[in-house]
């Protein structure tokens, strides 16, 4: 038998099982070796478990930007390299090859499950996304591991009822609620965090459940359940009694998923919420809401999360907050719509005279009222939503879903 350039190599005169032996064996040593080296179409795959990651909340976790936003995000010296991140070279959003999504919401009144790669469509509809599509991107081109991103989210849902962890005990009403007779019914309390476990479970019960999702899932190598992304609060923020006990909700909602899935360190975010951006109350518009001391709610959770929980739960629980990302000048161009708009309307109808118009304009800094052509263009191109769906900004959501994925990975080192 000889040996070739440090490779066992059969000779004719061995018999046919011995050479048969040694191709096998070379083979595998090849394949070991592209894997090792990380290259070739399997490399990321083997032996390497699938990494798991858990996105829940409200509407803007089931996320409102539409794809024809993206083209603006490359306006931005700072952000204009992000399109070669989301964008092939076709010029089309990117389709990922080894991050997947499980997606359970509503859509036109329907329950509705999504399946697939990460790609544009995990959002309000088909042509949408939420934080889950640069956050996805950001961890498959990050890891080597396979990628399956759960994601739960619906519109309107509130922590102190909706998604009420069993922990934080019944809910308790406040004084308008009886009176106004409005009084939650008990089957709706925590409906969506049980919810949010059960298609958790469900879509990790077992090879074949995982395989629906990620079709070449190596069931020997398993999956490891490696964080917990939570973005939710507009519905808690618009009313005090529920404000009032968002801090503490949301310890009992942090300590409550890690006990589900017995991951006491299970790394976990809080996303803070980030309409009006990082100082709300600096702002023209909207005064009465009160966005500041929300953020503040969700700031002291994670604050005071260590205090408050056993030994075993403390460590990996942070803030991101979504203000920074937030479009202050793609705002303003929003409320001077709205507002003259309203003011235009009146003034067809009598309610208001001119003078009061101009008056108005003036004191917002609206000019004569009228939407140049410049602001149209920047709306056209930037905005696809409301205001308190970040106006459906692709700047936003995939600068805020990206921060997200590198805020996790950090997590993950300690």
């Not at 790669?117 to 961890?139: A, L, N, Q, T």
């Amino acid at each position: 038998m000889k040996v070739k350039r440090g490779i066992f190599w059969p000779s004719q005169n061995d018999s046919p099982r011995f050479r048969e032996m040694i191709v096998k064996f070379r083979k595998a040593a090849v394949f070991s070796v592209v894997a090792l080296l990380g290259v070739g179409p399997f490399a990321r795959a083997v032996g390497k478990p699938l990494k798991v990651y858990i996105l829940a909340g409200q509407s803007n976790m089931q996320g409102s930007a539409h794809k024809s936003t993206f083209p603006v995000i490359g306006d931005d010296a700072k952000t204009a390299p992000l399109l070669e991140e989301i964008l092939d070279k076709g010029g089309e959003p990117v389709v990922c090859e080894n991050a997947w999504v499980a997606y359970q919401t509503t859509r036109n009144g329907e329950d509705t499950i999504l399946r697939g790669k990460v790609k544009v469509g995990y959002g309000f509809d088909d042509d949408r996304i939420g934080p889950e599509f640069s956050f996805g991107i950001h961890m498959d081109g990050a890891l080597e591991e396979p990628v399956l991103l759960i994601k739960t989210a619906w519109g309107g849902k509130s922590l102190a009822v909706d998604f009420r962890p069993p922990s934080a005990g019944p809910y308790l009403p406040s004084e308008r609620e009886k009176e106004g007779d409005n009084v939650p019914a008990e089957e709706k309390v925590g409906h969506y965090y049980r919810e949010m476990i059960r298609f958790v479970r469900e879509t990790l019960e077992d090879t074949g459940s995982i395989r629906k999702v990620v079709p070449d899932y190596d069931g020997k190598s398993g999956f490891e359940l490696a964080g917990f992304v939570w973005f939710q609060g507009w519905n808690d923020m618009c009313n005090r009694h529920h404000i009032e006990q968002y801090t503490d909700n949301m310890i009992h909602f942090i300590s409550d998923v890690r006990k589900e899935f017995e991951q006491p360190q299970l790394p976990f975010i809080v996303g803070v919420l980030g309409v009006y951006g990082t100082d709300p109350d600096s702002r023209r518009f909207d005064k009465g809401l009160p966005v500041t001391d929300f953020r503040k709610t969700q700031f002291e959770a994670v604050k005071q999360y260590d205090a408050k929980v056993a030994p075993e739960f403390r460590g990996n629980v942070i803030a991101v907050d979504s203000g920074p990302f937030y479009e202050l000048a793609l705002s303003e161009i929003y409320w001077k719509r709205r507002m003259t708009g309203s003011w235009k309307r009146r003034l067809n109808d009598g309610e208001m005279t001119k003078e009061k118009y101009l008056e108005e304009c003036t004191k917002f800094g609206f000019g004569d009222g009228e939407i140049t052509v410049e602001e149209k263009r920047t709306w056209d191109r930037s905005s696809s939503n409301a205001e308190y769906h970040y106006l459906g900004s692709g700047k936003t959501f995939v600068r805020f879903g990206k921060a997200l994925a590198e805020e996790m990975l950090e997590l993950e080192k300690k």
